[in-house]
């Protein structure tokens, strides 16, 4: 079974309105962490978003926030007023604790930004 | 933030060469990093996880004579692709987690690597 799943290859979303990524995972390991990813066309990897599995409330960062809904299994990505350069890979990813550290991604969504 | 960095970020060879990649954390001592593969269009598949001092632990699958790692101080670790081929062509990233661990995993630029 995937470890992480996300549903949209692809997503188109009109400029200044708000996006929801989805993310689902699997894990039996009761702690854990979930990563938020973007990944311009120039490769690298820019951290957007941290939840760990025994967090109370939602991770917010700006204007990404995460809608975790544990009992769900689901971490999805939440953009607030989008911009152009928004427009990237967006990868979820997981750490479990029982997984020496290491993240395992989830295949990725392309969000373009129409202005 | 942390800054971990690669180089080179792009590389082109001929088949039958071999090529390394370095990975350095500038500002922090790394115990642990990773090496990513990231074919295009594609998510990043973990190749193995390098800890210093010790060797390197392989994910199933990939070969570890033919992408040989080496962690030998606590801010490098370098991934030589040996006898590349153009199936090796990839984008390759590190990451970098901290004495420290915070739980954020820092990223090298990547290196591109293209085998003609």
């Known amino acids: 079974a995937q470890k992480i799943t996300q549903t949209q290859p692809g997503m188109f979303v009109q400029e200044k309105e708000a996006v929801t990524l989805d993310c689902t995972y699997d894990?039996?390991?009761?702690?854990?962490?979930l990563f938020w990813y973007k990944q311009p066309s120039s490769g690298e990897m820019i951290f957007l978003i941290y939840q760990g599995s025994y967090d109370q409330q939602n991770a917010t960062e700006g204007r990404y926030s995460l809608n975790f809904q544990k009992a769900r299994k689901s971490a999805n990505l939440v953009i607030s007023a989008s911009q152009l350069g928004d427009s990237a890979m967006y990868f979820c990813a997981m750490r479990e604790a029982l997984g020496n550290e290491k993240l395992t991604f989830g295949t990725g969504t392309r969000l373009t930004i129409i202005p | 933030g942390a800054v971990v960095s690669q180089h080179p970020s792009w590389v082109i060879c001929k088949s039958g060469t071999s090529v390394k990649i370095e990975c350095r954390s500038l500002?922090?001592?790394?115990?642990?990093m990773f090496w990513y593969r990231q074919f295009p269009k594609q998510s990043l598949m973990l190749m193995a996880t390098s800890n210093e001092g010790s060797k390197a632990t392989y994910e199933q699958g990939v070969e570890k004579d033919k992408f040989l790692i080496n962690h030998a101080s606590l801010t490098l670790s370098t991934l030589t692709v040996t006898s590349a081929h153009p199936e090796d062509s990839s984008f390759y990233i590190c990451?970098?987690?901290?004495?420290?661990?915070?739980?954020?995993?820092?990223f090298g630029e990547g290196s591109r690597l293209t085998v003609l």
């Open positions: 990451s970098a987690l901290g004495l420290l661990n915070t739980g954020e995993l820092f």
């Open positions: 894990t039996s390991d009761p702690s854990y962490g």
């Open positions: 500002d922090f001592q790394a115990t642990t």
